[in-house]
């Protein structure tokens, strides 16, 4: 049982809890529901009024009064039910540079009193939508339709929504957040591409490349013994049956797990315009390998992904944006994270010169094949072909399929 005087510290203590916890909230409140402007009017009507007497200046008395009823009127105009439900949902949440998009945000009121009119603010990346949401009955729902045209790549958010009440003066605002966010991923442009013909044998979990060998695993026939066969690919049951050698033939299998790097640095570029260029070079080649279900590994400055299928590489080619921080040769970061890889691309922009692109293709393994396509806007394509890689200038988008059809 406690002491009589631990009961009044424990009631104190409670009391003062509870005081506290009293002025934090409405501390909160006064911060959210007045703005800084509203502060500065309360504040400088009040001074008014505290020094009138003393100073016994009329001006004093009016400003006091017009801050006064500003204030008040500001409440007033503030009071209202805005207890709104809203759902905001777009057409497409996957489209390209140049395609429009519709949203629809739906408000409606599914409380038992009407609602107040508000405005509505709906972010959209960096931009903002703003419009009027007008008084609704019980039950009653407003649909407010916006359309834009995707201009750039981007990974772009759309929402929460946002609803605003307040005055015309800015002095008392409220505001509540609604709706969760949307993500549309806006693709690069891409072009198709032929098959991809170049495979280098790699190990048990290629695919059947059609050529017919004496040593691997998937199984193809038999055929008689010939001079210097291995005996030990000698199929002694069927010898036995047939009275001849008869030598096991087996289909070979490749494997190309294809490496993209892309160059990020802005410094390497001549425009924004040609780097839009070398991530559309860079996302059209993956979507070509993802088509033919040859594993890649996506490179761009500190993000390295493999993604599953082509949906994933656009996206993921959706976020890449220049970064100065990517380092000046490429193949260290690619070459830790795809070191065995059989077939290494590499996309830089026009001011990238050839001699760090050499000492950048030294890193790489000898049996591995090595691509580097440099864009230049406006140049004439062409492909040069240098002891240990192939350097491939594109001049524009278009290009890429007759390059590769070359290279293939």
């Known amino acids: 049982m406690a002491t009589p005087s631990v009961v009044p510290s424990r009631l104190r203590h409670r009391h003062d809890h509870g005081l506290s916890r009293f002025v934090e909230r409405a501390k909160h409140a006064f911060g959210e529901y007045i703005s800084p402007w509203g502060w500065v009017v309360t504040v400088a009507s009040m001074a008014c009024f505290v020094l009138f007497p003393l100073l016994g200046w009329h001006g004093l008395l009016v400003f006091g009064i017009m801050a006064a009823v500003m204030i008040i009127a500001a409440i007033v105009l503030s009071v209202g039910n805005t207890r709104f439900e809203a759902r905001i949902s777009a057409s497409k949440h996957r489209v390209t540079v140049g395609d429009c998009v519709n949203i629809d945000v739906d408000i409606s009121n599914t409380g038992k009193s009407a609602t107040t009119s508000a405005h509505g603010d709906l972010p959209i990346g960096v931009h903002h939508e703003r419009f009027n949401i007008p008084m609704l009955a019980p039950g009653q729902a407003k649909q407010t339709k916006l359309t834009f045209r995707t201009v750039s790549r981007a990974v772009l958010s759309i929402g929460p929504l946002r609803i605003r009440k307040g005055d015309p003066f800015g002095l008392i605002r409220h ?7 949307l993500t549309v991923f806006i693709h690069p442009k891409t072009v198709r591409l032929s098959t991809l013909n170049a ?3 790699r190990d048990l979990e290629g695919h059947p490349s059609g050529q017919i060998v004496d040593d691997d695993l998937d199984f193809y026939g038999l055929r008689e013994y010939m001079p210097g066969d291995d005996v030990r690919n000698v199929h002694w049951l069927s010898s036995a049956k047939t009275g001849a050698l008869m030598i096991r033939q087996y289909e070979a299998t490749k494997r190309t797990d294809t490496s993209l790097t892309i160059d990020i640095n802005p410094d390497d570029y001549g425009s924004a315009e040609e780097f839009e260029m070398a991530v559309s070079v860079h996302a059209s080649i993956g979507v070509a390998c993802l088509i033919q279900h040859r594993p890649v ?5 500190q993000s390295h992904d493999r993604p599953r299928n082509a949906m994933e590489l656009l996206d993921e080619a ?9 380092l000046p040769n490429l193949a260290d970061s690619t070459l830790r994270h795809t070191p065995d890889a059989s077939f290494y691309y590499f996309t830089v922009g026009a001011l990238k010169t ?17 691509v580097v396509v440099q864009v230049r806007s406006g140049a004439n394509r062409a492909i040069r072909q240098f002891s240990n890689f192939t350097l491939a ?16």
């Open 318 to 326: 959706s976020g890449i944006g220049p970064s100065r921080t990517d």
């Open 199 to 201: 495979g280098i044998p």
């Open 354 to 370: 050839i001699d760090p692109i050499k000492r950048m293709v030294k890193a790489l393994p000898r049996s591995a094949r090595c």
């Open 393 to 408: 200038t594109i001049g524009e988008l278009d290009d890429l399929p007759i390059i590769m059809g070359v290279l293939a």
């Open 297 to 301: 590994c996506m490179h761009a400055g």
């Open 175 to 181: 505001e509540k957040q609604l709706a969760e966010r």
